[in-house]
């Protein structure tokens, strides 16, 4: 009887094998439930040649909402402005080294007045001012604080920016979706953690997309 030689043992062979298609069906379960939370993709929208509208500022931050109110900012500059050229009785000088460390508050906003006499409104926020935050979406949509401000615009005539923090993509999601609802037009900057609202002079121009 002719010798076949020693048996071979398979059984590492085996164990890599197992091994293998255990990390191949790992991976396809990963890439199904990643693929399955993709709910909906938003193509990159285009800026309308000649858009003539005008933007309404809102800031996304700590996941809540807050107006830019560019028409009160600017009153309460002026009438800053009033007051400390009344209490220095009218001295230029003494005017121009008050102005230069003044600060006015606006809602949720710290305003650099010397540096808005150049036409630059530089918002900082101030953190103990609460904004507002979305609780029921669908009821929003219709009615609530975000629906009460829009309804003081027209989507012929205005269009939403929105200033947005990287803490806030949820609640900027959200006011977003209540806008495209109302027919308005979006536009959006990202913003730093704590960077400042810039508006005026040296800022850049927004433009619905």
């Known amino acids: 009887m002719a010798n076949k030689g ?20 790992l991976i396809i379960l990963l890439t199904g439930i990643d693929a399955s939370q993709i709910v909906v993709l938003v193509a990159t929208p285009r800026q309308a040649a000649n858009d003539d509208r005008k933007p309404v500022l809102f800031e996304c931050r700590d996941n809540q909402i807050f107006y830019i109110d560019r028409t009160a900012i600017e009153k309460a500059c002026e009438e800053r402005g009033a007051k400390i050229f009344e209490r220095v009785g009218g001295d230029e000088n003494e005017f121009l080294k008050e102005a230069a460390s003044a600060f006015v ?10 540096l808005s006499m150049t036409g630059t409104f530089l918002l900082s926020p101030v953190e103990s001012v ?47 979706a209540v806008s495209w609802l109302k027919g308005f037009s979006i536009a959006c900057e990202l913003m730093q953690p704590r960077e400042p609202v810039k508006l005026g002079v040296g800022g850049n121009r927004v433009l619905a997309q």
């Open 130 to 176: 609460k904004g507002f935050q979305f609780q029921n979406f669908k009821e929003e949509q219709t009615t609530g604080w975000f629906s009460d401000q829009l309804a003081h615009f027209d989507p012929e005539h205005d269009f939403i920016c929105f200033f947005v923090r990287p803490n806030s993509f949820e609640a900027f999601q959200r006011a977003r």
């Open 6 to 25: 020693p048996s071979m043992d398979l059984s590492s062979f085996q164990d890599i094998m197992t091994c293998i298609l255990g990390i191949l069906i």
């Open 105 to 114: 508050q606006v809602g949720a906003y710290r305003i650099d007045y010397g």
